[in-house]
C-alpha cells in the first residue's frame, strides 16, 4: 500500500509529554516561571530586545501597534502577500492598512514598491519576512528612516532565519513571532513581541498582562488539537484519513483546502482565545524546543539542498532565490513550475501532498475592497506550490519527494 507524505510536519521537542505532566502536577500549567525563563532565553537567543509572552503572534503584533500611539486614522504599509489576519488587526487597532507589492522571486516586501505606498498619513510599515526568508531589509530600513516610519517585523515564519548576519527581528521597533503548532518553534499555540524600545516594550507587557488567565481545561485542549494535528500528519494515519480525501478530490472540481484555515472575516471584536495569556506549560515547550531549534533548521536546510538538486535543472522551474547576504530557514519551500494545478493533482496521486498558497493576496480579497490596489508580484507568487522539506522528514521520505516532483514536473514537460 502506497504510503503517503502530508505537506505539513509538525516539529516537537524530546520530552514534552513529562514538561506537560510535570507542570500538571506542580499545579503550574496555566502560571509559572517558565514564563519568564521562557522570555529572557528568547531575548539571549536573538540578543536584543524585551520579550513579551502573548496568546498569539498576531495578538503580540495588536499589542505592539497600540504600545507604538500611532495616530488612530493613519497609514500602515503591509505586503501583499501575507496572512489576511495581519492587516486586518492593523484595522482594528485603529490604522489604514496600505498593500505593497513584493518581489515574486523571494516573496517578500519590494522595497521600490514599499516607497511608491508612502503617503502624507504612513506612519508604519511592516516587513514580513515570508517563508522563512528575510526580507531586503537595508533598503527597507532606509525608507523607514527617511519616511519616519515605524518597523514592525513579521517573524512568525522565521525564527532563526539572518540577513547580513543579524537576526530576524532585531531591524525594526519591534518584531512578532508565532508558535503555532505548525511553526519553526512550536509552543502548541501563543506568540511572542520583541520590542526594541524599554517604554514600548512596558506599554506591551501591560496590555498581555491585562488580560486573563485561560483555564487549565483550555490549555489542555489546546495541546489535545495539537498532538491530533502532529498524529494526523504522520505518514501512517495521513496515508489512512486526510490523504484518501485529497486523492479523491484530486479527481473533482473540489479543494478540501479551505476547511484547513480560520474563516477570513472582520475582527471588530476580537475572538476570546485572543484577549488571554500566553501559559506557563506552553513556556515550559517553548524553553524545550528552542534547544532545539538549530538543529531542526539544519535538517530543513539539508532537505530544501537535496529538492534544489533534484529540480534546478529542470526547464520552467524556479526554485526558491536566496539572495547571498539571506538565511533562510525554509518554513515552507517554493516553487514556480508550468501548470501549477496539475502538477499538485500529479503529485497527490503518486502520495505526496503539495500545497498552493500558504498566506492570502490580501490586496484582491473581497475583505479588504476599500483598499484593493493592483500588486501583479503578489499575483504571480500565487502561482508557486509548496513542497515538503519539513525537518521530521527522514532520507528515504525526502528522497522519495524529491523523486515524485521531479518526476511529475519532467513528465509535464513531455
Known amino acids: 500500500m502506497l504510503t503517503a507524505i502530508s505537506r505539513y510536519g509538525v516539529r516537537v521537542a524530546p520530552g514534552t509529554e513529562a514538561i506537560v505532566e510535570q507542570c500538571k ?41 497600540k504600545a507604538l500611539e500611532l495616530p ?23 490604522l489604514r492598512p496600505v498593500f505593497a507589492d513584493i518581489n515574486p522571486d523571494t516573496f517578500t516586501l519590494d522595497p521600490a514598491s514599499l516607497e511608491q505606498a508612502i503617503g502624507p498619513r504612513t506612519v508604519a510599515v511592516v516587513p514580513t519576512h515570508l517563508y522563512g526568508l528575510p526580507c531586503d531589509m537595508d533598503p527597507i530600513m532606509d525608507i523607514a528612516r527617511r519616511h519616519r516610519l515605524a518597523v514592525v517585523e513579521d517573524c512568525a515564519h522565521a525564527l532563526g532565519a539572518r540577513y547580513r548576519g543579524r537576526h530576524v527581528g532585531t531591524f525594526g521597533d519591534g518584531a512578532l513571532f508565532s508558535f503555532q503548532t505548525l511553526k519553526p518553534l512550536n509552543a502548541y499555540g501563543g506568540g511572542l513581541a520583541l520590542v526594541r524600545d524599554a517604554a514600548v516594550a512596558k506599554r506591551v507587557r501591560q496590555q498581555a498582562s491585562s488580560l486573563s488567565w485561560p483555564s487549565d481545561d483550555r490549555i489542555l ?82 532537505h530544501a539542498r537535496r529538492m534544489d538538486a533534484a529540480l534546478q535543472d529542470l526547464p520552467g522551474v524556479q526554485t526558491p532565490r536566496v539572495p547571498p547576504h539571506c538565511e533562510h530557514v525554509y518554513y515552507q519551500y517554493c516553487v514556480y513550475t508550468p501548470d501549477r494545478d496539475a502538477v499538485v493533482t500529479r503529485c497527490i496521486r503518486h502520495g505526496v501532498d503539495l500545497e498552493t498558497l500558504h498566506v492570502d493576496v490580501c490586496s484582491s480579497l473581497p ?22 522539506v519539513y525537518a521530521s522528514l527522514n532520507d528515504e521520505q525526502m528522497g522519495r519527494i524529491a523523486a515524485t516532483v521531479r518526476r511529475v514536473l519532467a513528465e509535464s514537460r513531455s
Open 25 to 65: 502536577r506542580a499545579g503550574q500549567l496555566v502560571q509559572g516561571p517558565a514564563i519568564e525563563q521562557f522570555e529572557r532565553a528568547f531575548e539571549a537567543r536573538i540578543g536584543q530586545g524585551f520579550a513579551i509572552a502573548a496568546s498569539y503572534g498576531r495578538m503580540a503584533f495588536y499589542h505592539m501597534l
Open 221 to 302: 485542549a489546546r495541546l489535545r488539537i495539537g498532538n491530533l494535528q502532529r498524529l494526523f500528519t504522520s505518514p501512517g494515519v495521513f496515508t489512512t484519513t486526510a490523504f484518501p480525501i485529497l486523492w479523491a478530490a484530486s479527481w473533482f472540481d473540489w479543494n478540501p483546502d479551505v476547511y484547513l484555515w480560520e474563516p477570513i472575516r472582520r475582527l471588530d471584536t476580537l475572538p476570546s482565545s485572543y484577549a488571554e495569556r500566553f501559559s506557563n506549560v506552553q513556556a515550559a515547550i517553548g524553553l524545550a524546543g528552542l534547544e532545539r531549534l538549530d538543529d531542526w533548521t539544519a535538517a530543513t536546510r539539508e
Open 72 to 94: 488612530a486614522g493613519s497609514e500602515i504599509v503591509v505586503p501583499a502577500l501575507t496572512f489576511w489576519v495581519i492587516p486586518e488587526l492593523a484595522r482594528a487597532a485603529g
Open 367 to 388: 475583505l479588504f475592497e476599500e483598499f484593493q490596489t493592483s500588486t501583479p508580484g503578489a499575483e504571480r507568487a500565487e502561482q508557486a506550490i509548496q513542497v515538503p
